[in-house]
């Protein structure tokens, strides 16, 4: 079974920094992309930033110079570095894996538990 354990999640003040992290475990088909949702209390979640095995990323434009995601393909985990954050990054973040199941070739998201990312004003 997959599992995606998330970590780094907190309080911050505006103009500051967190680093996300996701780990996922289990049998993961080697070619995949990983990436970061969020959704905020009134919004629709949203993508955040996505990263294949590759190293090809996507950013929401409204992260796009502030925000970083990176991956270990080795450990199977993904990182956000999130810099110069502002009240409406406010949200649960959840980490995302998109995969095929090896099996039967059939494509297959996996959820993190959800991290809370506060950022006071």
């Known amino acids: 079974q997959v599992q995606l354990v998330e970590s780094g999640g907190g309080l911050v003040q505006a103009g500051g920094s967190l680093r996300l992290s996701c780990a996922a475990s289990g049998n993961i088909f080697s070619i995949n992309t990983m990436g970061w949702y969020r959704q905020a209390p009134g919004k629709q979640r949203e993508l955040v930033a996505g990263?294949?095995?590759?190293?090809?990323?996507n950013y929401a434009d409204s992260v796009k110079g502030r925000f970083t995601i990176s991956r270990d393909n080795a450990k199977n985990t993904v990182y956000l570095q999130m810099n110069s954050l502002k009240p409406e990054d406010t949200a649960v973040y959840y980490c995302?894996?998109?995969?095929?199941?090896?099996?039967?070739?059939?494509?297959?998201?996996?959820w993190g538990q959800g991290t809370q990312v506060t950022v006071s004003s």
């Open positions: 995302n894996l998109h995969t095929i199941v090896a099996g039967t070739l059939r494509p297959r998201d996996y």
């Open positions: 990263i294949t095995t590759g190293g090809t990323t």
